[in-house]
């Protein structure tokens, strides 16, 4: 199985492998929080839900936005957008 590559930590802090043991420095480099790809799927998320939910996927106003399609939806624009940083 190959890693998806995840573009690294969202919000990156300075590099504190170094740091005294003990200190804020150590518990910030343990605690890196989410990746970049992470970040990005959640902003899509929102977008896609509101889509969903205005009927603008060609849902019926009966039928209910389906979560896993929107959650892989997603990441599926969290890739992209990888993707297009890359180039």
Not at 13 to 40: I, K, N, Q, W, Y
Request: charge should be negative; proline fraction near 6%.
């Amino acid at each position: 199985m190959s890693k998806i590559e995840d573009g690294g930590p969202a919000f990156p802090v300075p590099d504190t492998r170094s740091a005294e043991p003990g200190t804020f420095d150590e518990m910030r480099a343990m605690a890196r929080g989410m990746s970049l790809r992470d970040h990005f799927a959640a902003k899509a998320m929102a977008i896609l839900w509101d889509a969903y939910d205005k009927g603008y996927c060609g849902m019926a106003d009966k039928d209910e936005p389906n979560i896993k399609m929107v959650a892989e939806g997603a990441y599926q624009l969290a890739d992209a957008m990888l993707a297009a940083r890359s180039k």
